[in-house]
């Protein structure tokens, strides 16, 4: 059986995901529709934090396990927009208006059984489409009770920088591999953000000591494919008041746009904090982050590569000439193994 007919599979899978899209930003999220379908009666909210506890159940209940408020800041948003749609074509000045004041953000992890699949078989479009779909039902929502709302979501694109806002709100610490890392589901998860003028709560940021346990385990920049990965520690990003870890872009992107599907996640996928949650893990990370000597942290760092592996980056590079599929961080997963379901011809 070809390879490519695993990739056949496991295309088609992305695809259904990106075919979700397609309708989705058709519909929404034009810079203009902030007050489209809002209801006419406006319902005055009681308490802001009784406001922002039922609109994290109504969240949970819409499919996010993590929701937090955050009060936004307009220093965190983007100058220019970084792709078409929204009502702006690439490039162009983004205007955010005055109206917004609060962030819901809201979180989806990514499928634990792909996760072993990367570079090739490990796609974050689910992921998106499932943030997209759940920020869409919460801008809804709050327009229903008579307040503005715009989605920043992956398929509605964003005008707002995720990572400050999602630290601030206590989502997670920001981790070497350029992306939140959550307590619950490492960084192996979606985020997006409905904002509002709604009056909410925020919530605070948190420290469990993910961030200090980053400076010494660098295990997603030992194994970048792309190397784009620091090995430094954290610093200013951008003068824009807020530190941590940023990735080369160009050297990340171009590199995943070579895996068949745009895969790669190879950094999300060796992450230590991106193991699906056992008592073994939950403990081990658990102990790690609040053991004040690193002992525990590096003593983690090792049985990570002892048990999981400590593949280079050339590990996942293609040979030349070839479309080798086969050089993953784990198994396979088994729905994309073509020759148990497809024939050959
Ligand atoms: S997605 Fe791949 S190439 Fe990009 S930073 Fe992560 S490991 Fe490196
Ligand atoms: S692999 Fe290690 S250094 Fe990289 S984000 Fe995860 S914990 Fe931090």
Redesign the pocket.
């Known amino acids: 059986m070809e390879a490519s007919f695993d990739i056949a599979l496991a295309s088609a899978y992305v695809n259904a995901h990106m075919y979700s899209q397609g309708l989705h930003v058709s519909r929404v999220a034009a810079k203009d529709s902030d007050f489209q379908g809002v209801s006419e009666k406006r319902y005055e909210i009681k308490d802001p934090k009784e406001m922002s506890r039922l609109i994290k159940k109504i969240g949970a209940l819409f499919g996010s396990p993590l929701v937090r408020i955050v009060k936004l800041n307009p220093e965190w948003s983007y100058e220019h927009a970084p792709g078409d749609g929204r009502g702006y074509k690439y490039g162009e000045p983004v205007d955010i208006p005055e109206h917004w004041q609060y962030g819901i953000i809201m979180g989806i992890p990514l499928s634990w059984e792909t996760r072993e699949g990367a570079p090739s078989f490990f796609h974050t479009f689910e992921g998106y489409g499932n943030a997209s779909m759940h920020c869409a039902r919460m801008a809804e929502f709050v327009k229903k009770l008579g307040y503005p709302a715009r989605e920043n979501s992956p398929h509605a694109r964003y005008e707002y920088i995720m990572p400050p806002h999602m630290v601030a709100a206590g989502i997670g610490e920001q981790?070497?591999?350029g992306v939140v890392?959550t307590p619950e589901f490492g960084?192996n998860f979606r985020p997006s953000m409905v904002v509002t003028n709604m009056p909410l709560e925020p919530d605070k940021p948190i420290d469990v000591g993910i961030r200090k346990?980053?400076m010494n385990?660098?295990?997603?920049a030992d194994q970048c494919p792309s190397g784009s990965i620091s090995f430094d520690g954290p610093k200013e990003i951008n003068g824009r008041g807020y530190d941590g870890w940023q990735i080369n872009a160009s050297t990340c992107h171009n590199f995943w746009m070579s895996v068949p599907n745009g895969g790669c996640r190879v950094c999300l996928a060796?992450?230590?904090?991106s193991k699906e949650s056992n008592w073994l893990h939950t403990t081990a990370r658990d102990i790690a982050v609040r053991e004040r000597t690193g002992i525990t942290a590096s003593t983690l760092t090792w049985m990570e590569k002892a048990f999981y592996g400590v593949n280079t980056p050339e590990h996942y590079h293609y040979k030349e000439g070839t479309r080798q599929f086969d050089y993953l961080v784990g198994e396979k997963p088994w729905f994309f193994e073509s020759k148990d379901f497809l024939k050959e011809n």
């Open positions: 981790g070497r591999l890392v960084p346990f980053c385990c660098k295990i997603c060796v992450c230590p904090f």
